[in-house]
T-cell receptor, first 115, second 111 residues
Framework: GAGVSQSPSNKVTEKGKDVELRCDPISGHTALYWYRQSLGQGLEFLIYFQGNSAPDKSGLPSDRFSAERTGGSVSTLTIQRTQQEDSAVYLC?????????????FGSGTQLSVL | GDSVTQMEGPVTLSEEACLTINCTYTATGYPSLFWYVQYPGEGLQLLLKATKADDKGSNKGFEATYRKETTSFHLEKGSVQVSDSAVYFCAQTSNDYKLSFGAGTTVTVRA
């Protein structure tokens, strides 16, 4: 597709369940980011992938969060044993080059609601 | 750590009014500065950027000037339209690849 695609667009789950969020970056983009947008707060950096380099996981809030990027393309963010405070919009972004004079292209996000 | 503080919203104004959204950054060194915009139902997209002091970014009638002396990057538009209704995010680079974002300012323009 022409842009960054995220699925599902909405996810409602029960506390304690595991969820998987998917991101398809723009073809050819080597850098991929996950951010979290909570109500009334800014975008919180979660994780960064660049090519075959080790990812920067410094933003993951707990060990219940993990992410993979297979084949340098699709990425999956997994949240285990979800808690109500995990409710947020999870945004994925990609860019062609890692240098930040290049703009990030964002998907529309996955709205996660934990009941 | 590096952080961005932007004016809290929501902001409601009439068409053709002037808009200013304040943004200040705290960082060591010389970060690049950005404004991203999120229109209803769409993903965030880059509005404008500035990479060094005194640079002015501009796009779609919006402007922002990188002011190192006041550590600011305020967004301005002289005459807003209904189509400018969106959430605006100020951001700065924290390292070679990471962006730190402000909390966002919701702007509603009424006809």
């Amino acid at each position: 597709g022409a842009g960054v695609s995220q699925s599902p667009s909405n996810k409602v789950t029960e506390k304690g369940k595991d969820v998987e969020l998917r991101c398809d970056p723009i073809s050819g983009h080597t850098a991929l980011y996950w951010y979290r947008q909570s109500l009334g707060q800014g975008l919180e950096f979660l994780i960064y992938f660049q090519g075959n380099s080790a990812p920067d996981k410094s933003g993951l809030p707990s060990d219940r969060f993990s992410a993979e990027r297979t084949g340098g393309s699709v990425s999956t963010l997994t949240i285990q044993r979800t808690q109500q405070e995990d409710s947020a919009v999870y945004l994925c972004a990609s860019t062609l080059q890692p240098g930040l004079n290049e703009k990030l292209f964002f998907g529309s996000g996955t709205q996660l609601s934990v009941l | 750590g590096d952080s961005v503080t932007q004016m809290e919203g929501p902001v409601t104004l009439s068409e053709e009014a002037c808009l200013t959204i304040n943004c200040t950054y705290t960082a060591t060194g010389y970060p690049s500065l950005f404004w991203y915009v999120q229109y209803p139902g769409e993903g965030l997209q880059l509005l404008l950027k500035a990479t060094k002091a005194d640079d002015k970014g501009s796009n779609k009638g919006f402007e922002a000037t990188y002011r190192k002396e006041t550590t600011s990057f305020h967004l301005e538009k002289g005459s807003v339209q209904v189509s400018d209704s969106a959430v605006y995010f100020c951001a700065q680079t924290s390292n070679d690849y990471k962006l730190s974002f402000g909390a966002g300012t919701t702007v509603t323009v009424r006809a």
